[in-house]
């Protein structure tokens, strides 16, 4: 059994417990967290079980690494606080274990990441001996692993997009929603993730992936960017009242240019009511979904939709995230130390889950 630490309690963070508990491979060896809140509690109730896991949470990281985990999974956020990030991951990699995370996204195209994020990586790889893997749903596996392995089933391609399609209301992280994202602000906010260049941050390495799997080159990464008011002021049951006038829905592209055409697209269409933007895309029922289009012959289109903790999409986004991340654990524990990439670790079939509940 590989010893598993998880380190973060919160929308990642739960699905990763469960995940763990529920892997035949894994032990889970400590739960990290941060709010003094917390401490003490079990993981079980923490990650909302019905049974406790006899893991108490705990914030004393030395005493946690002193043990010699073999793996963490990284569910803190990255988001606000890459340098934090880093240097906890670090830390993990530089004490020996594999670490598994959705946190930092100039890593989840490692080949092409910035020196101030790949050179510490490297470094405590060489001196710890152990491993990482970066890695989400979108940016994630909604653009790198499904649209690929998609792609193989066709005749000809003539183009590839990968969509996420989302009600942001159902997303429990509202700084990220109203402050991040934009949504309810004055339409002359600067949202910093719609600044520009940013999705290209974001979302540019999963292009150059996919490129890299499709043995095309790249002429240049676009952007697009279209953005809408809403027209009423709309309730939310999880984050309150939207103003009419405010930003209320997103649509943008980043796309991977090939021969002068876009040929390799991630578009997200992202809505805080369904009644905001009516003619972009919409899921095909409940709040979001994800979505891929083969253009040629044949045509082919993929749309999946995930749910969890209460047939909640966005924590069902997460736990296919987490799937992703600590079903490659025992992979990469097997592998050479190293920074690995999504077109690295197959994605393989839930062997031994079948049937296996912790819930």
Known sequence: MISTVVWGTGNVGRAAIRAVEAHPALKLAAVIVHNPDKVGRDAGALAGLDHDLGVAATDDIDAVFA????????????????????????????????????????????????????????????????????????????????PLLISG??????????????????????????????????????APMLWPEMPTMVW????????RALGVELDEIRETMDRRPLETTVSTTTMGDFEAGTQGAVRFEVQGIVGGEPRIVIEHVTRIHP???????????GDGAHRVVIEGRPRIEVTIEATDEGENRSAGGNATAVGRLVGAIDWLVAADPGLYDALDIPLRPAFGKLGRKNS
């Open 67 to 146: 043990a010699g985990p073999q793996a963490v999974v990284y569910a803190a956020s990255g988001d606000i606080r890459p340098d934090d990030a880093l240097a906890d991951i670090v830390r993990a990699i530089r004490a020996g274990a594999v670490v598994v995370t959705p946190a930092l996204y100039a890593l989840y195209d490692q080949r092409n990441a910035p020196a101030e994020f790949r050179d510490p990586v490297l470094a405590a790889v060489a001196d710890g001996r152990g491993s990482l893997f970066v890695s989400g749903v979108d940016p994630g596996w909604g653009n790198d692993v499904l």
């Open 153 to 190: 089933l066709g005749t000809t391609v003539d183009a590839i997009r990968c969509q996420e399609i989302f009600d942001y209301s159902t997303y429990d992280q509202e700084d990220s929603v109203r402050n991040l994202v934009g949504m309810g602000q004055p339409m002359d906010y600067g």
């Open 204 to 211: 540019g390495g999963q292009i150059r992936m996919m490129a």
């Open 275 to 285: 009644s905001c933007a009516p003619d972009w895309p919409t899921p095909p029922n």
